[in-house]
């Protein structure tokens, strides 16, 4: 049974920063990218972030330079370091997984992300 796990959201000030993980089990860690999306109220889910099996990120332009994503492959974990955030940022925050091996897509529940003062 495949499990995404996330947590690390939360309420933030404007500028602030919040460190969003994502455990993952079930799926071969090291053979799938990994990223992050989000979805605010009456929007699409979009991208924010990837990255592959070998370490390889991609960003969308409206996080280039504030938010940074990484691996863990030890812990089987994926992070998202989200620096100066700001109103715009808030949205319910989701991991995703793809396989290498198949090509199977999972998801997480999903973290809310506040951005207010």
């Known amino acids: 049974q495949v499990q995404l796990v996330e947590s690390g959201g939360g309420l933030v000030q404007p500028g602030g920063s919040l460190r969003l993980s994502c455990a993952a089990s079930g799926i071969i860690f090291s053979r799938s990218a990994m990223g992050w999306y989000r979805q605010a109220p009456g929007n699409q889910r979009e991208l924010v972030a990837t990255?592959?099996?070998?370490?390889?990120?991609n960003y969308a332009d409206f996080v280039k330079g504030r938010f940074t994503i990484s691996r863990d492959s030890a812990k089987n974990t994926v992070f998202l370091q989200m620096n100066s955030l700001k109103p715009e940022d808030t949205a319910v925050y989701y991991c995703?997984?793809?396989?290498?091996?198949?090509?199977?897509?999972?998801w997480g529940q999903g973290t809310p992300v506040t951005v207010s003062s």
């Open positions: 995703n997984a793809v396989t290498n091996y198949g090509g199977s897509n999972f």
């Open positions: 990255i592959t099996s070998g370490g390889s990120a």
